[in-house]
């Protein structure tokens, strides 16, 4: 079974509102990682968070890490139509060497 | 930097036909990753290599695949013989190892579309 699971399946939302994504994972990961994946293309990674940070910033996302609950939000402020993809969450296990991914969070932002 | 490129984008094959898919990394990365898209069963690793060599094949399917690194810049995955359930989205992927965090970023290429009828 995958490691990462993202929650919800599927979120819509007007632009300029908050979109919030969920990611749980079973066992103890070095990294965490989330990816943005439009339409016939490949994924794109948008941001890194490690074991021992709890939160990272980086524009319009802000990441979230919870090691104890082994869980991770991915939050983007301020939709726009152009955030609409499909993200997914990617956990990196201790000498794993590979990135294991969930089965993605479809966003649509409607202008 | 051009990023990873996958050829061809499309591949409409017949069952029983040989499938190659070809990935040209980013210079300089080591880590090379090929992963299958479905509907069905999302995003699988397949294979990856570190410095050309094969690291963990354990997501390869069956033996109908094999993959092949023969230089840092040029990486085959091939199918022989297709069938119609191996239709999916193939994406190549490379990173660069950071010493001990050698889980870096993937940067993904824009996947070859198989189809096999």
């Known amino acids: 079974s995958q490691q990462g699971e993202e929650d919800p399946q599927a979120l ?12 749980s994972y079973k066992t103890s990961i070095n990294n965490l990682q989330w990816y943005r994946q ?18 990272k910033h980086s524009g319009r996302l802000r990441v979230t890490l919870d090691t104890s609950k082994k869980s991770s939000s991915l939050l983007i402020t301020a939709s726009r139509a152009a955030d609409t993809a499909s ?3 990617a956990t990196d296990r201790a000498n794993a ?12 932002v409607k202008p | 930097d051009a990023g990873v490129i996958q050829s061809p984008r499309h591949e409409v094959t017949e069952m029983g036909q040989e499938v ?5 990394p980013i210079s ?3 880590y090379l990753f090929w992963y299958r898209q479905t509907m069905m069963r999302g995003l699988e690793l397949l294979i990856y290599f570190n410095n ?7 997501g ?14 040029f990486s085959t995955l091939k199918i022989q013989p297709s069938e119609p359930r191996d239709s999916a989205v193939y994406f190549c992927a490379s990173s660069l190892s950071g010493g001990q965090t050698y889980n870096s970023p993937l940067h993904f290429g824009n996947g070859t579309r198989l189809t096999v009828t």
């Open chain 1, 87 to 89: 993200y997914f969450c």
């Open chain 1, 97 to 108: 060497g590979k990135s294991t991914f969930g089965d993605g969070t479809t966003l649509t």
């Open chain 2, 60 to 73: 390869m399917p069956e033996d109908r695949f094999s993959a092949k690194m023969p230089n840092a810049s």
């Open chain 2, 52 to 58: 050309n060599v094969p690291i963990d094949d354990s």
């Open chain 1, 12 to 23: 819509s939302i007007q632009e300029g509102e908050n979109a919030t994504m969920n990611c």
């Open chain 2, 28 to 30: 300089g990365h080591d």
């Open chain 1, 38 to 55: 439009n339409s016939g293309r490949g994924l794109v990674h948008l941001i890194l968070i490690r074991s021992n940070e709890r939160e």
């Open chain 2, 20 to 24: 190659t898919l070809r990935c040209k």
